[in-house]
């Protein structure tokens, strides 16, 4: 059964029949139970009945004949199908190649056109005073392209007059030469395997026919979508939005022009809310949704903007409203995917960014020129932020510093230069530091001053005698500081002085022997030396009176920026 033909009727209008390949329509009237007209012969047969009866001794065959039926006034030239069944059919249409237009106005469809030969309507009135005046079988036949033929017929066809605009007033009943070959579909529907369709419920996926059986394929086309069984216009969804001119599927919501109204469909019923655009914001429709978009350098809904935060330090997202300590995405100048950082904001005013921790062994801090450039350790404990973001960060603005410490009795003490940057890797990442201030007794920090930073790999100390940070066991702002050998020359002139002085100042925690008759340091700070460091001049030191052990083995120490 292959090939067979479907057509979906739309409703009331059976002449409207849809279906793409349709090579012959025609639909016949005959009528029934003509025997008392027997006696009663008019001048002109009333249809093709009585033109079969008439010519059934000489000749029968098919062709155009003139009938005048009942009430109306002139006789007219109709078709008699004399070769379908018993014959006597009257043809009131027929389609053949598509050679005669049928999209015509109803005045056309009222009088009738075409050619009777071939295609043809024979007019709203000849068929309302045809259907008038006896009882009529309508037959409707079609062919497929396959060539394959099948009727259906109403036992009772009659049309109401031109007042009535020719309404079917009776069809009877219905009967179908093959059941198989012929499916209606219901009103709004058509039968269709390649074509998809949507529901009220869900009306952005459009549900495609062939997941449906082969008896379930009438689709709700165009603007109609099936809620409950039932085709449906879409105006007739309940979640229809007639500005939008769509139905909204559930959960999804719709705002107007102007944003000022949002309706959200849940669970089957349109929702309205007031809806209004932030100061900073645009009602715009971007990718398919209006919404109020926050302006340029705003963030939010659009409802509520605030200005959009790209902080380039701490300070920045202190001032945004980050007032916890933790570890935070900065953009300093040059590193526009961010860096993660430890924002220190709980204490000295908030707003430090962190760029050195100590408070445990837990990192090694005796590592090479790439660790100290690109940072090490855990942001949240122990680290080096890098020197690369060290600079880029004091070069964008100007920057204070301030270093935390804790002595090696837990007391508290700081240090802080009113100004404080490092030159890039090409000039070595050199100190700059300003005015000192503190509690600590003394500036340890200004002797480093235009001094370039050395890592054990790196000897920028500008001292020939020694590799200071392999001395120091760290990386600093180390340079020629103290040698004792030079300094006893230059005062004393006592071949004595440094053997005895050397050991008997051991306390220094600065100093490292060289050999057994000297020693020297190459800065009065090194923070960046060994935890717990015993070795002599390995220890993290800030050389003070002030300090316990003379500043030796600090027990904590940071050391971060804030803008001035
Ligand atoms: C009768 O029909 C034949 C064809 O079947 C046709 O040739 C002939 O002209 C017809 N006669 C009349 C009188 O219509
Ligand atoms: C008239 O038509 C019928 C059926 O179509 C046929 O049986 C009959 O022979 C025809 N009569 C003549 C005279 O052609
Ligand atoms: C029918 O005719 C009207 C006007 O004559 C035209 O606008 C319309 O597009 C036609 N429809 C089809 C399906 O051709
Ligand atoms: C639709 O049905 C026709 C006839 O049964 C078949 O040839 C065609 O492949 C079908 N199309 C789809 C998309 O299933
Ligand atoms: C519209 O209202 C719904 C429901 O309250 C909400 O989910 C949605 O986000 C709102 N749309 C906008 C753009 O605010
Ligand atoms: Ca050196």
Known sequence: MENFFKVCLTVLTIWNLFGTEMVIVSAEVRSSGSS?????????????????????????????YLIKPDGHPEPFEAYCDNDL??????????????????????????????????????????????????RYQLRMD????????????????????????????????????DELKI?????????????????????DTCISATSRTESEQCVCVGDYLREQGQCIPLNQCNCFVA???SVLGEGKFYINSRCTRNSTCRNNRLIYESYQCSDDATCDERNDVRKCYCNDGYEGNGVTCTREVIPKDCYELYVSGTLSDGVYTIYPDGWPSGIQVYCEMESNGGGWTVFQRRSSASVDFY??????????????????LGNKYIHSMTNQKTYQLRIDLRDSASSSYYAVYSTFSITDEADKYRLSVGSHSGNTGYDRLSGSNNKQFSTKDQDNDGWSSYNCAERHRGAWWFYNDWDCRRYYYYYYHSASYCPSTCPSHSHYCMLFPDGSDNCAYCALSHLNGDYDGSTRGTQMFWDSYSLNSYGCNLQYTDMKIRPV
């Open 36 to 64: 008392y007209f027997v006696f009663q012969q008019p001048a002109y047969p009333r249809d093709c009945k009585e033109v079969s009866n008439a010519c059934s001794s000489t000749n029968n065959t098919s062709g155009v």
């Open 85 to 134: 069944d018993t014959g006597g059919w009257t043809v009131l249409q027929r389609r053949r190649l598509d050679s005669v237009k049928f999209n015509r106005s109803l005045k056309d469809f009222r009088n009738g056109f075409g050619f009777l030969g071939s295609e043809f309507w024979i007019g709203n009135e000849k068929i309302a005073v045809l259907t008038n005046q006896k």
């Open 142 to 177: 079609f062919q497929n392209v396959a060539g394959e033929t099948y009727y259906v017929t109403y036992d009772d066809f009659r049309i109401s007059d031109e007042w009535g605009k020719y309404y079917i007033s009776s069809l009877g009943k219905f009967l179908i030469s």
């Open 183 to 203: 499916e209606w579909c219901p009103g709004n529907e058509i039968f269709s395997n390649e074509t998809c369709e949507r529901t009220c419920e869900d009306p």
């Open 243 to 245: 500005d939008k001119g």
């Open 367 to 384: 590592l090479g020129w790439l660790d100290y450039k690109n940072g090490f350790g855990n942001k949240n404990q122990d680290h080096w």
